[in-house]
T-cell receptor, first 112, second 112 residues
Framework: GEDVEQSLFLSVREGDSSVINCTYT??????LYWYKQEPGAGLQLLTY?????DMKQDQRLTVLLNKKDKHLSLRIADTQTGDSAIYFC????????????FGSGTRLLVRP | EPEVTQTPSHQVTQMGQEVILRCVPI?????FYWYRQILGQKVEFLVS????????KSEIFDDQFSVERPDGSNFTLKIRSTKLEDSAMYFC??????????FGPGTRLTVL
């Protein structure tokens, strides 16, 4: 079945890089997404990667995909206090209606 | 920038009452979704809607739930007889052709 796993918590110092990891199980995934959720807010799409890519960079964000190990990571360079939030990894299955299967989220705390 | 909107932001209802949650997806999108997030838990897929019909639904989406696109802009989720366990954040999302899936800010449903 489909399952997405993430570590629950990450704490970094301001200015350092953050790396949030995710593993997924469904090999038919086509798109893998990262969303950010601030307290009391909705889900903000940060970036996504197609499964035939192994890396995507967008300003401070770098996504790495290891399809063999079904491992996805999000690296945030020069992490700022405004990056403190919950980060969700999600996979989209091509055979379905492109519904998203979410991980449980990683809470990122950026210390000044 | 176009965005998904949802109303109300917070709905309080008595157990057994009907509620309708409303969403306005992004106008040129063709796939629409409802997800829910029980406090402290994962975001869960409820239903997807394409070409004026349900394309997929989860086990959660039982006979108490229904969706409708009554006109060209609104997309609604109805819960016929609410239960305590329906208390959650309900997110509407819509998908672009490039598979970007955008979420609304959510409706917090509290069932008393």
């Amino acid at each position: 079945g489909e399952d997405v796993e993430q570590s629950l918590f990450l704490s970094v110092r301001e200015g350092d890089s953050s790396v949030i990891n995710c593993t997924y199980t469904d090999s038919s995934s086509t798109y893998l997404y990262w969303y950010k959720q601030e307290p009391g807010a909705g889900l903000q799409l940060l970036t996504y990667i197609f499964s035939n890519m192994d890396m995507k960079q967008d300003q401070r964000l770098t996504v790495l995909l290891n399809k063999k190990d079904k491992h996805l990571s999000l690296r945030i360079a020069d992490t700022q206090t405004g990056d403190s939030a919950i980060y969700f990894c999600a996979e989209s299955i091509v055979d379905s209606s492109y519904k998203l299967i979410f991980g449980s989220g990683t809470r990122l705390l950026v210390r000044p | 920038e176009p965005e998904v909107t949802q109303t109300p932001s917070h709905q309080v209802t008595q157990m057994g009452q009907e509620v309708i949650l409303r969403c306005v997806p992004i106008s040129n999108h063709l796939y629409f979704y409802w997800y829910r997030q029980i406090l402290g838990q994962k975001v869960e897929f409820l239903v997807s809607f394409y070409n004026n019909e349900i394309s997929e639904k989860s086990e959660i989406f039982d006979d108490q739930f229904s969706v409708e696109r009554p006109d060209g802009s609104n997309f609604t989720l109805k819960i016929r007889s609410t239960k305590l366990e329906d208390s959650a954040m309900y997110f509407c999302a819509s998908k672009a052709r490039n598979n970007e899936q955008f979420f609304g800010p959510g409706t917090r449903l509290t069932v008393l």
